[in-house]
Every structure is written in C-alpha cells, then in structure tokens.
C-alpha cells in the first residue's frame, strides 16, 4: 500500500522465543537517546482479537486450513496498519514485533496456501527494514519453558518455523528489506548488530 510517510518502520521477525521483544527494547531506546520519535508496537494488536485467535489456536484438531485464524488476523493487522501509516506520518520510528511475514509462516503452518496468505495482506506496508532473529530451536524451547503463555499449536512446533521462516525470508528478501541475525549470540553482540545496521541505513 502506497500513501506519504516520513518516518521508518522496522519490524522484528522470528520464532517464539528468538529474542524479538527484547531487542526490540534495545533498539527503541537507542534510537530514544538518538533524539528519535519512536513508537513500540506489536502483533496480535487488538486485545479481543488476540484472544479470539488464541481459544481457536488451542483445538488442534480444527486448525487445517482453517480461513477463521487467516481472516482474524488480516482484520487485526488492518487496524495495525492504520496505526502504524497515521505514526508513519508524524516522522516517527516505527518498532514492531511480527508483522506480515509472521503470517506467511503460521498460516502456511495451517495448510493453507502463501498465495492466497500474500492477497489477504495485500493492504500492508512494506518495512523499510526487517530483521529476522534466527535463534536454534534447542535454545528458543529453553527460553520458552519458563514463560508463562497459553500452550498452542503455534508454539510448539519449534523446528517448522524454523524451516519456514528460513524459506520464507530467503525468498522474500529483497522485498521486504530483510536482514538476517544471528540469534545465538549473546544479547550485548545481537544488539550491537542491530545498532550497527540501523544506524548506517537510516542515521
């Protein structure tokens, strides 16, 4: 979607558990200390959608090529998009945990097929920057045992999205400006590479 913005939007890809979140923190605060306007934001992004979209992620046996899940988060990620482009034009940093490619792996997951996930989401913005946090899959199962969030099909099947996620940022690199990070190293190396690279493309 084509519309007049004057700020960037960097979005943080990757499994659950990668590190996302955290370093998105990271960076928003350095660009703070920059004497950048930057807003944090991240996906699901309405609260009763999310929910919705967890009860449904609990019954296994109902997700194959289930359209409900698809269509519950094209309607989500419309009302993000909004949000996002109206603080796009106030020259804001735009930070966000998962965007589209988010659905180009979940919903594949599902069975359903990425040329009809790609027309669903055809509405979005595309980032000026992704970066894509690959962290292995032991270390990401690890990190997750002491979290606290609802078990799901989506949060379970550590080793698809990988594989997945790699497919998809492979073929989808030039187009939505993906930069790959090694998630293995330690936060202080992954945070510095992500400073190192934001800085040069857009400070």
């Known amino acids: 979607m084509l519309f007049n913005k004057m700020g960037k939007f960097i979005v943080f890809e990757g499994g659950h558990g990668s590190g996302k979140t955290t370093l998105t923190s990271k960076l928003s605060e350095y660009l703070i200390n920059q004497g950048k ?12 959608i999310k929910e919705t979209i967890e009860t449904l992620s609990v019954n296994e046996e109902k997700l194959d090529k289930n359209l409900a899940i698809l ?17 796009l034009r106030n020259n804001n940093f735009i930070i966000s945990d998962r965007y589209v490619l988010s659905s180009f792996v ?7 097929p990425i040329q009809m996930i ?4 055809s509405f979005c913005t595309i980032p000026d920057l992704t970066f894509f946090v690959d962290t292995p899959h032991k270390e990401r199962e690890k990190r997750s ?4 969030k609802p078990d799901s099909f989506f949060r379970k099947r550590y080793k698809k999205e990988d594989a997945l996620y790699i497919k998809i940022c492979k073929r989808f ?3 939505y400006n993906i930069v790959h990070i090694d998630g293995s190293k330690i936060l202080t190396d992954v945070t510095s590479d992500i400073i190192r690279i934001t800085s040069k493309k857009f400070l």
């Open 71 to 87: 269509y519950l988060l094209t309607a989500d990620r419309f009302l993000h998009t909004r949000y996002i482009q109206e603080r």
């Open 37 to 48: 306007k930057v807003t944090l934001t991240k996906e699901p992004f309405n609260q009763e």
């Open 173 to 175: 690199s030039k187009e």
């Open 145 to 148: 045992e002491n979290r606290n």
């Open 118 to 121: 790609r027309e669903a989401n």
């Open 106 to 112: 979940y919903q594949q997951m599902q069975n359903i």
